[in-house]
């Protein structure tokens, strides 16, 4: 049972445009989400988050929206850059005591052409 | 201020053998997760620990196992290795919930 999904493999955008990727939920006990940027032969680094009781936050080119009702939320770039080229994870996590574990997406990989 | 380092980058296994997988961090930070990669999936979280002394499983735990003798470190050890372990691992570290997650560069393991 996949708690968290990123239903598009893939994503082509071209530079200067908005990139949009979608991430859905099916825990309602989930009440922070993030996403990690990842390149090739590296470890995930780690781009933006939010709270649920928020419903948009943003960092530079990057936002971040929650719509709770919809167990959904969307990570917004722009303008895209060809240096933005990489795969992207939505993670969500549950309070589990005093631990943060994360629920990790299969990820979408963004290609941002000239 | 390395992060998170983790040892070796690469490693061929054959079945049945063992072997260790180094993690470290330098931030001072309580919890500590061990993840696994498939191709084309999410990260899984294998074992995880929030101080010295406390582990406990994760998602697919099966295979594994793991100490936390010092903050510092998280060693995960596979003893009998099977090529259902073949895989890209990855440390983490955090200073606490609702705090982002730092991941070392992940180390590839190929059982054959």
């Known amino acids: 049972d996949q708690q968290v999904k990123q239903n598009s493999p893939s994503l082509s955008v071209q530079e200067g445009r908005i990139s949009i990727l979608n991430c859905d939920y099916t825990?309602?006990?989930?009440?922070?989400f993030l996403w990690y940027k990842k390149y090739p032969a590296e470890g995930p680094t780690f781009l933006i988050s939010?709270?649920?009781?928020?419903d948009k936050n943003e960092d530079g080119r990057f936002t971040v929206f929650l719509n709770k009702s919809a167990k959904h939320l969307s990570l917004h770039i722009v303008p895209s850059q060809p240096g933005d080229s990489a795969v992207y994870f939505c993670a969500a996590s549950a309070r589990t005591g005093t631990a943060s574990k994360l629920t990790f997406g299969t990820g979408t990989r963004l290609q941002v052409t000239l | 201020n390395a992060g998170v380092t983790q040892t070796p980058k690469f490693r061929i296994l054959k079945i049945g053998q063992s072997m260790t997988l180094q993690c470290t961090q330098d931030m001072n930070h309580n919890y500590m997760y061990w993840y696994r990669q498939d191709p084309g999936m999410g990260l899984k979280l294998i074992y995880y620990?929030?101080?010295?002394?406390?582990?406990d499983k994760g998602e697919v735990p099966n295979g594994y196992n793991v100490s936390r003798s010092t903050t510092e470190d998280f060693p995960l050890r596979l003893e009998l290795a099977a090529p259902s372990q073949t895989s890209v691992y990855f440390c983490a570290s955090t200073q606490g919930y609702r705090y982002e997650q730092y991941f070392g560069p992940g180390t590839r393991l190929t059982v054959t």
């Open positions: 825990n309602s006990m989930f009440d922070y």
């Open positions: 620990s929030v101080g010295a002394g406390i582990t």
């Open positions: 939010i709270s649920s009781i928020k």
